[in-house]
């Protein structure tokens, strides 16, 4: 069993100057959901999720000891830096600063730097940008927060060499769960749990980890179309979404039910039963839903359109018997679930028959991906 105290680190080995990182971090589409968390980002259920793998947040790390900073470097760049008593980093999204993004970034560090007591040596740049449309409705947080942890456990690995690959990934994705709790679950592996289930081995609150057992190959290269329907900004951000679940009067049946789930969905990665799949992804996805609808105060979050590509999906999946299933974020948009070798008539599908229900025609391919990857080690 692990405790956040094992991730507050002892002496460092090494020192570094200045240098730079960089990592991609994917987004995650989740099957059993995390709706409701306690005090520090502790989830309420276990969740699991499909490790995506086009819609990927791109993140450069750049660091440089506080006494050697070059405070022109700043003054040329035409950025100021957030010197807060102590953390001090600038931000540039797809090259330009973004001061609206640094209030987020800033609590983020705060909340890490007891973990990382090197954060307030340095000064950094976080250079950032997303693979998938700015805008579009599609939550850059699980990739944008996991990028940046996969950023600094780097750092941490280069002042610590001796540290070991378990402990990197699993801090990594402790790290990211305090940034955004889903981002937890975008660090390594293409099925990830994160929160205590009794039935999967090594699972904990505090990072995600991947799907210990066995997986058929059903579900090995399932495919993921988003279909955009509601592009706006989100109408409940998930930290008020979350807080929902305090005093819901359903709460405590629907915990003990993602647990079920979960148990449910353990049989069947391995038995490859796509119908039973099925009954689980979308009664999950409804379920969320159901659960801001009866919340106080409710929300409905799906549009016209949303219901209009669930009925269409339910009717072409009774005329052809192809596997094929939705779930849902808390938005409007629709993850379209099927196995890629169905990928070519699902396509026709969504071309003939969904593109009309989408925000300017538009949807995003996506596929179960493997997590974060190195870009570039300076
Ligand atoms: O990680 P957060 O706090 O943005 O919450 C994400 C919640 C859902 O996306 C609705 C469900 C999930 O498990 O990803």
Redo the contacts with the bound molecule.
Sequence with gaps: MFSANDFIPAKYSHSIEKGSFQWSAPSNI?LV???GKKDHQIPANP?V?FTLNNCKTITKLAFAKKEHFDISTSLNTGLLSVTNTELSFDLLFEGQAKEDFKPKIQKFFERIAVYLPFLKEYHFTIDTQNTFPHSSGI?S??SGMAALAMNLMSLEKALNPEMTDDYFFRKASFLARLG????CRSVKGSVVVWGNHAKVLGSSDLFGVEFPNAIHDNFKDFQDTILLVDKGEKQVS?TIG?ELMHNHPFAERRFTQAHENLNQLISIFKSGDLNEFIKIVESEALT?HAMMMTSMPYFILMKPNTLEIINSIWKFRNETKIPVCFTL??GANVHVLYPKKDKPKILQFIKSELVGYCQNSQYICDEIGIGSQLIMDN
């Design positions: 989740a959901k995390y709706w969740s999720s939550a947080s699980a955004s709790g889903s981002a998930s979350h969320l974020d808390a």
